[in-house]
């Protein structure tokens, strides 16, 4: 009795020990996955969150103000940790492009310029009108001022310069290479 007796003293203790290793190394290894997941992994929350630009404070702390009347495609790379203007200064640290685009867009009298040379006299401002535009995956409205300037300031992942623009008034568009416009002539029915 006594040699069985020894024996379940034994087997109760290797099995004590055994769920004891057992649970131990359970406790580290989820600590381990929790511990990954809260510095390596981002939440979701942090990923859908939108920044919001301010693209005046953008432009002066990356030194890139271009005048307005100055037509054409400019383009500067940054890095969103070391400007402010929205833009987080410790996460989500990436380079991206900041893009302006100055055009002015006139409209032509349709009667009479197809065979003619088109001058001054031919052209009116497309003045004050609300267009909508898109380029790559965003998509924006712009108001040209009296003589028919258009702005369009946007921040990209990579350089947008040779994907096509699509500005458009209602049923009216046109396509051109982001880096390629500077006056658009259109017919007269954009003026109207």
């Known amino acids: 009795m006594k040699k069985h007796y020894g024996l379940g003293i034994c087997f109760g203790l290797s099995i004590l020990l055994v769920g004891c290793a057992g649970t131990q190394k359970i406790e580290r290894e989820t600590v381990k996955a929790e511990e990954y997941r809260s510095t390596k992994l981002p939440t979701q929350?942090?990923?859908?969150?939108?920044?919001?630009?301010?693209?005046?404070?953008?432009?002066?702390?990356?030194?890139?103000?271009?005048?307005?009347?100055?037509?054409?495609?400019?383009?500067?790379?940054?890095?969103?940790?070391?400007?402010?203007?929205?833009?987080?200064?410790?996460?989500?640290?990436?380079?991206?492009?900041?893009?302006?685009?100055?055009?002015?867009?006139?409209?032509?009298?349709?009667?009479g310029t197809t065979s003619e040379v088109v001058t001054e006299a031919n052209l009116t401002d497309n003045s004050n009108k609300t267009m909508?535009?898109?380029?790559?995956?965003?998509?924006?409205?712009?108001?040209t001022n009296g003589e028919g300037y258009g702005q369009i300031r946007e921040v990209y992942q990579g350089s947008p310069k040779r994907d096509r623009l699509r500005i458009s008034d209602g049923k009216k568009f046109l396509y051109l290479r982001a880096n390629e416009i500077t006056t658009a002539i259109v017919p007269s029915n954009w003026c109207n």
């Open 45 to 111: 929350t942090n990923e859908k969150q939108e920044e919001l630009i301010n693209y005046d404070v953008l432009e002066q702390s990356i030194n890139f103000k271009i005048d307005t009347e100055k037509l054409g495609y400019f383009q500067k790379q940054f890095n969103t940790c070391r400007v402010g203007a929205g833009y987080s200064p410790n996460s989500n640290c990436r380079s991206l492009t900041y893009t302006i685009i100055h055009f002015r867009i006139r409209c032509r009298d349709t009667e």
């Open 132 to 143: 909508h535009w898109t380029l790559k995956n965003k998509t924006g409205e712009l108001t």
